[in-house]
Every structure is written in C-alpha cells, then in structure tokens.
C-alpha cells in the first residue's frame, strides 16, 4: 500500500517537473555543444539569447538554423561573464542548468531593441567591483509615482504589489500612490498578459519567461498570466510579492543583478522562498539615486 502511494507520488512529482521544465526542452539535449557543432535546440538557444540581450540577430546568418556560430558562442559567453560562471563559450552543465531555470524577461543587455535606454549612462555606472547594474533614472522633480491596474488584474494581486512599492519606499525617494486616473494615465502601468501581448517581448506560458518590467520613463510592469501565482510562498506556486518586488526595481531604473541573493537576480524558481534586499540591491538604489 505505502509503496503505491510512494509510486504515484513519484508519477506525480515527476509529471509537475516535467511540465515546470517543458519550456526549456531545447536545452535538454545541448550538454558539452560549441562552437562548429550542429545540434538539436540551438535555434530556440538563440532565439532565447536574442530575446536577453545576449545574441544579435544582426550578427548572425544562422539564426534560423541550428549551427553553433561565433555570433553564439560570444553570445554563451557574454553570458557566462555576466553570471560569472566559468567563461568557455560551450554550454556546459553549469550553465545549461542556469539556462534552464524561470526567469524575469526584461534583457540583462541593452544594446538591439532597447533604444531608448541611455546606453553612455549604463557604461559610466557599471563599477567592477558592484554587481548590481544602473540603466536609467527618473528626473529629479518625479518622485511621486503613480501606478494603474488594467482591467483585468486578478483582485489578489493587487495587495502582494502594494507591499512590493512599499518596502522600495523604506529604502529609496519614491512614494507609490495608485491613480484615480485611467489605466493608461499611471506612471507604472500593472496588468497580467500572456503570449505575444504587443510590447515586443512576448510571454511564452506556464515557466521560463515569468514577468518584465521597462525602465523610467515607461513604466510598463507585466506579469506572465499563465503562471500559478499565488499570495504565499508554497511549492508548486510563484510568489506575487516576491516577483513584484523583482519588477518594480527595473520600473525604479535597476538592471538585472548577477548577485545570487540580490532581488534584482534574474531567476526565480517555482516555491522559491520570498527574498528581502541584499547590500547589493541598496548600494544599487543608493547609487542611482545619491542625492535623496
Ligand atoms: C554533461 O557533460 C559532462 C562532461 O562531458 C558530464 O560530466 C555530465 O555528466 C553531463 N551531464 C549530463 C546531465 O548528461
Ligand atoms: C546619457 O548619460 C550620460 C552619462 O550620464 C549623460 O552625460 C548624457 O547627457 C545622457 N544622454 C541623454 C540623451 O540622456
Ligand atoms: C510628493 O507628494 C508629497 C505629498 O503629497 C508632496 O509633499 C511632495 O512635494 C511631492 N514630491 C514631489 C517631488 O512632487
Ligand atoms: C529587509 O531589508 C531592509 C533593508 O535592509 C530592512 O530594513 C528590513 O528590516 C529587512 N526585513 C526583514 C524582514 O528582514
Ligand atoms: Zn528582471
Ligand atoms: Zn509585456
């Protein structure tokens, strides 16, 4: 009897990671691939690294193919840098297994459909030693933000977002207040959005790309609403605030951190237990703001 049970817990176990993992499948099959090499997955690998800022398309006549080019392989190890891991240019388990897992969607680089960020401002502020990255500040005079929901916001939600701005207000010179406008009149506009939704950056449903925030002065916060949220940190489920929390530092002007324990880490994982600011996070914030 106890062994049955054990069996189908494991049958279920198994079925929940495989649907957790589904999106990255590509990935799966990739173990020790570089450059020269022909392999199954490389063109979603590259799609993917597009979408992150990693690979240009531009650079690159095997986009649509499945050969390992020198657009890819620096692509792999710009990717490496950032996280450091150990920089090869080959996919190795290390980093496939980074790959593999749920992440924020806005690009950890800037330099193709980003147009509007100040990429001069990016460079003067990566510092060596910090981790955290700086990509574009509100104006002085706007520290007073709006936010909005769209139509369609599942009403749960709306408390876990209201106690992310909250904590950023501990620690930066923002005041969150929601509009009594319309939707389209709030600084951060909040609303959930699946697959191809018209900002360029489209979801892709349950796992992989999670949530993306743009930076000042867009404002446009979105969440995957294919995703299982929740108001808990739970197994099986992702965390609202905790995500929220994430999003609104890119809405405030932050990059995507390589500090494993720095909210403004990319990757987030299904259960994953809710992160408070790490020094990284404050001395980004401090930095990008250094006079309030
Ligand atoms: C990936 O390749 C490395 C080196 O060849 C090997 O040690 C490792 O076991 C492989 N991992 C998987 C999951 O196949
Ligand atoms: C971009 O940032 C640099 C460095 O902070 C600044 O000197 C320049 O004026 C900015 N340009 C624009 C268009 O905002
Ligand atoms: C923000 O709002 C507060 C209270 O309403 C006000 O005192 C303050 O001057 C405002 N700040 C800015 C920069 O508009
Ligand atoms: C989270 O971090 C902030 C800033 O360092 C700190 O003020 C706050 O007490 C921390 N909260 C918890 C629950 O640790
Ligand atoms: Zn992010
Ligand atoms: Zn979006």
Same mark, same amino acid.
């Given at each position: 009897?106890?062994?049955?049970?054990?069996?189908?817990?494991?049958?279920?176990?198994?079925?929940?990671?495989?649907?957790?993992?589904?999106?990255?499948?590509?990935?799966?099959?990739?173990?020790? +691939?570089?450059?020269?090499?022909h392999a199954?997955?490389?063109? &979603?690998?590259?799609?993917?690294?597009?979408?992150?800022?990693?690979?240009?398309?531009?650079? *690159?006549?095997?986009?649509?193919?499945?050969?390992?080019?020198?657009?890819?392989?620096?692509g792999v190890? #710009?990717?490496? +840098?950032?996280?450091?891991?150990?920089?090869?240019?080959?996919?190795?388990?290390?980093?496939?297994?980074?790959?593999?897992?749920?992440?924020?969607?806005?690009?950890?680089?800037?330099?193709?459909?980003n147009s509007?960020?100040?990429?001069?401002? #990016?460079?003067?502020?990566?510092?060596?030693?910090?981790?955290?990255?700086?990509?574009?500040?509100?104006?002085?005079?706007?520290?007073?933000? +709006?936010?909005?929901?769209?139509?369609?916001?599942?009403?749960?939600?709306?408390?876990?977002?209201?106690?992310?701005?909250?904590?950023?207000?501990? %620690?930066?010179?923002?005041?969150?207040?929601?509009?009594?406008?319309?939707?389209?009149?709030?600084?951060?506009?909040?609303?959930?959005?699946?697959?191809?939704?018209?900002?360029?950056?489209? @979801?892709?449903?349950?796992?992989?790309?999670?949530?993306?925030? @743009?930076?000042?002065?867009?404002?446009? @916060?979105?969440?995957?609403?294919?995703? =299982?949220?929740?108001?808990?940190?739970?197994?099986? +489920?992702?965390? %609202?605030?905790?995500?929220?929390?994430? &999003?609104?530092?890119?809405?405030?002007?932050?990059?995507?951190?390589?500090?494993?324990?720095?909210?403004?880490?990319?990757?987030? &994982?299904?259960? &994953?237990?809710?992160?408070?600011? *790490?020094?990284?996070?404050?001395?980004? =914030?401090?930095?990008?703001?250094?006079?309030?």
């Open positions: 009897m106890t062994s049955k049970i054990s069996f189908l817990y494991i049958l279920v176990l198994s079925a929940i990671l495989i649907i957790c993992h589904a999106h990255h499948e590509f990935l799966k099959d990739l173990n020790g +691939t570089r450059k020269g090499d199954n997955g490389l063109i &979603e690998l590259k799609k993917f690294l597009s979408y992150l800022g990693y690979v240009n398309p531009a650079n *690159s006549i095997h986009m649509n193919d499945d050969f390992f080019d020198d657009e890819l392989e620096s190890k #710009e990717y490496q +840098t950032f996280f450091k891991l150990k920089v090869t240019g080959v996919l190795d388990q290390e980093t496939l297994n980074l790959m593999s897992k749920p992440r924020c969607g806005t690009p950890d680089h800037y330099f193709m459909r509007e960020v100040n990429h001069s401002f #990016e460079k003067v502020h990566l510092s060596i030693s910090s981790r955290y990255r700086l990509v574009k500040a509100w104006p002085p005079n706007k520290r007073n933000l +709006t936010f909005s929901y769209s139509p369609n916001t599942r009403l749960d939600a709306k408390v876990p977002i209201v106690i992310a701005f909250r904590k950023w207000s501990r %620690i930066s010179p923002f005041r969150f207040l929601i509009t009594h406008g319309r939707y389209v009149d709030g600084d951060i506009k909040i609303g959930f959005k699946r697959w191809d939704h018209g900002d360029g950056y489209p @979801f892709d449903g349950k796992g992989g790309i999670l949530a993306h925030a @743009f930076y000042p002065p867009d404002g446009r @916060f979105h969440f995957d609403a294919d995703e =299982i949220w929740d108001t808990k940190v739970r197994q099986g +489920t992702l965390d %609202i605030q905790g995500v929220a929390l994430h &999003e609104v530092g890119h809405i405030l002007g932050l990059g995507h951190s390589a500090d494993r324990n720095a909210v403004m880490f990319p990757h987030v &994982e299904y259960g &994953e237990p809710r992160k408070n600011f *790490s020094q990284d996070d404050i001395d980004g =914030i401090r930095a990008l703001y250094p006079n309030n």
